[in-house]
């Protein structure tokens, strides 16, 4: 209620006087404006007949007086409880603010932070077309002056092949003088060559007449002690002959003998392995004859059952030739142990399970799409 006061109060009665001990709270539009705590003080004075009932009353206490001070009390320590749960409601909405305004300032940030990376972005961009545009422009130019130089370079190319074309023409009609000069002086020089050459060759063709006859008794010469040389060529070469078809017969023959001694050898050894094998296959067949009839003069009960078992299921066919109740059986056993151990009704579980993955969705973190 405005303009609601609340007081507690605690009267301590003295002799000659009381004592008021207050705190006064005062709330406005649900905010206390004032917490004041005061002692408020009276003096009596009192006559000597009084003293007697004032010690008395200083004596006693009145159980009114107990109420008010207790109501007094419960009704301080409540105001100090509701003040206490208001502060603590203040301050909760005071740090929540808080809270608030620091992450719209962390929002603005990163806000701003986006932006400047997006201005930073463009600013690149623009450099970069600024850029291209002056790679593009010096290109052009480099083009131009290029197209310049070799404008320049044919023009010059051209004027120098005709000055070079004119400079052969003058060489071939210099050169075409000097060779027809050159054929006279050549002619000349064959002619005397040619008469030179038919004297040299009348005494080259005496110097061969005389040099075939040296040459055709040298050859004779030659001949003679070349036959000599094949006859005793001959002769040796048919003594080595012989000593060789003597030496081959004898290294024949010892191979021939060789061979029958080691034919007789692998014989003996073949024959010697075919008993040995064929005394090991009778010991074997001795042993396989004796097991079998220990194992039929056998009288262990469980052994016994097990062959008997084991004999049956040969004879029989095994599973797939089982009657109806033996297959309904082992079909509800198999769908117990797949139950058992997760499968459904009716799973093969001898064979190996299949596995799929899917990959989950993952969220963009690219924060330039904000």
């Known amino acids: ?109 990163k806000k701003k932070e986006i932006e400047a990376a997006a201005a930073k972005n463009k600013a690149e961009e623009e450099a970069a077309k600024k850029k291209a545009s002056a790679v593009k422009a010096a290109a052009e130019k480099a083009a131009a002056e290029k197209a310049a130089a070799e404008k ?33 002086e050549k002619a000349a020089a064959e002619k005397a060559a040619a008469e030179k050459v038919a004297a040299e060759k009348a ?19 030659k001949a003679a002690a070349d036959k000599a040389a094949a006859e005793k060529a001959a002769a040796e070469k048919a003594a080595a002959e012989k000593a060789a078809v003597e030496k081959a017969a004898a290294e024949k ?20 392995a075919a008993a040995e094998k064929v005394a090991a296959e009778k010991a074997a067949a001795e042993k396989a004859a004796a097991e079998v009839i220990a194992i039929a003069n056998m009288k262990d009960p469980i052994q016994e059952m097990f062959l008997t078992s084991i004999r049956a299921y040969s004879t029989s066919g095994g599973l797939a030739n089982a009657d109806a109740a033996t297959k309904a059986e082992v079909t509800t056993e198999l769908n117990r142990v797949a ?17 799929k993955f899917a990959d989950g969705e993952v969220d963009s973190i690219n924060v330039s799409t904000n």
């Open 1 to 109: 209620m405005r303009g609601q006061i609340i007081v507690a109060a605690t009267t301590i009665i003295r002799r000659g006087g009381f004592f008021s001990l207050a705190r006064i709270n005062t709330p406005l539009d649900g905010r206390f404006l004032t917490n004041q705590r005061g002692i408020v003080t009276s003096i009596a004075r009192l006559g000597d007949g009084d003293k007697a009932d004032t010690t008395n009353l200083a004596q006693k206490v009145d159980p009114k007086d107990a109420a008010a001070k207790k109501a007094a009390e419960e009704a301080t320590k409540k105001a100090l409880e509701k003040k206490k749960m208001e502060d603590a409601n203040a301050a909760k909405k005071s740090e929540e603010a808080a809270a608030k305004k620091k992450a719209e300032e962390a929002a603005a940030a």
């Open 203 to 221: 005494a080259a063709a005496e110097k061969a007449a005389a040099e075939k006859a040296a040459a055709e008794k040298a050859a004779a010469e």
């Open 152 to 184: 320049a370079a044919a023009e010059k190319a051209a004027a120098e092949k005709a000055a070079t074309e004119k400079a052969a023409a003058e060489k071939a009609a210099a050169e075409k003088a000097a060779a027809e000069k050159a054929a006279a």
């Open 339 to 355: 139950k058992q151990f997760g499968g459904a009704e009716g799973e093969d579980m001898a064979q190996f399970p299949e596995f």
């Open 253 to 272: 023959a010892a191979a021939e003998k060789a061979a029958a001694e080691k034919v007789a050898a692998e014989k003996a050894t073949a024959e010697k």
